[in-house]
């Protein structure tokens, strides 16, 4: 396999997504201890008591936007027809060659901001608190 200056731009987004995803897995992690040890330290609270959680069957990240996400599909998708010469099917979408040529060129930047945009798509959603009185 030859590795063209395409493949590692997009190869980079790639990575770029993955760190994102696992540095919100990280601060989830962080944040959900931090507040298992502070529900200790409140006077009079048994020790045993469990942390709230999320149901079982909900996803561990949320949404931002809905709108960026569409917005990612789009710029990936684009890429991709560009890739094909934009042709989907057999069925040619601009029919012009120097045109075609011209975009053709540019597949790797569509895919690499697709990937880029939906990996800020996401959120984590924080730990529940509960009031306790002191």
């Not at 200056?5 to 997009?10: H, K, N, Q, R, S």
């Not at 999320?54 to 684009?78: D, E, H, K, R």
Request: with cysteine; hydrophobic share 50%; proline share 4%.
């Amino acid at each position: 396999m030859i590795f063209t200056t395409e493949l590692i731009i997009v190869a980079v987004a790639i990575l770029v997504f993955y760190l994102r995803i696992a540095m919100l897995r990280g601060k989830k992690k962080r944040l959900e201890r931090e507040y298992a040890l502070k529900r200790r330290k409140v006077k009079g609270r048994s020790k045993g008591v469990m942390l709230p959680h999320q149901s079982p069957n909900s996803p561990p990240y949320g949404i931002t936007s809905w709108f960026l996400v569409a917005l990612a599909v789009i710029l990936m998708l684009v890429g991709v027809v560009a890739y094909n010469k934009f042709t989907i099917l057999s069925w040619e979408i601009i029919k012009d060659p120097t045109l075609v040529e011209t975009y053709t060129k540019y597949w790797h930047w569509a895919v690499a901001a697709g990937v880029l945009v939906f990996a800020f798509c996401f959120k984590i959603d924080l730990p529940k608190e509960i009031k306790v009185e002191e």
